[in-house]
């Protein structure tokens, strides 16, 4: 499982069809991607990573809170292109990422797992459609998370 995390101000996602809007003021863009072998572990994981990811701003200027101590939000999108391999010729190789029917719940399980157990707002894309999304990354802070 591969996350792209960006500390964000805002962020929103647009799907055109089916019609589809979401967004969060401050908190984090998550660009989730899931690999064949990922199982529900490695959503527990994540999820936990997430929801505790010591990279807001204390009273001292330092990056020392969680969205746990900050209250923002979470724009959870899924991103099957994170898993793509780049290291033969010039077109990226997906055979790594997981399809559809065992990645979507997945997914689903991190954004739950962080709402139901941790009580953070999640917002989330929709899996698997052509999706638009904005943000103003705070920092800029964007980290890669990577859990096998």
Same mark, same amino acid.
Request: proline share 0%; hydrophobic share 45%.
């Given at each position: 499982m591969i996350a792209v995390v960006q500390r964000v101000l805002n962020a929103k996602v647009h799907v055109k069809l089916p019609h589809?809007? +979401? &967004? %969060?003021e401050s908190g984090l863009c998550v660009f989730l991607g899931i690999h064949t072998s990922d199982t529900q572990s490695q959503a527990i994981w994540m999820a936990n990573k997430l929801a505790n990811l010591r990279i807001f701003n204390d009273d001292n200027d330092k990056m020392n809170c969680s969205l746990l101590e900050t209250g923002g939000g979470i724009l959870l999108i899924s991103q099957f292109t994170l898993v793509g391999d780049c290291m033969k010729g010039h077109r990226p190789s997906f055979i790594r990422a997981a399809p559809p029917a065992s990645a979507a719940p997945l997914v689903t399980e991190v954004g739950d797992i962080l709402t139901n157990q941790? *009580? %953070? &707002? $999640?917002?989330?894309g929709v899996? *698997? +459609?052509m999706m638009q999304v904005?943000? $103003?990354n705070d920092g800029p802070v964007t980290l890669i998370i990577h859990r096998d």
């Open positions: 589809y809007q +979401a &967004s %969060i941790h *009580g %953070i &707002s $999640v917002k989330r899996f *698997g +459609a904005e943000l $103003v």
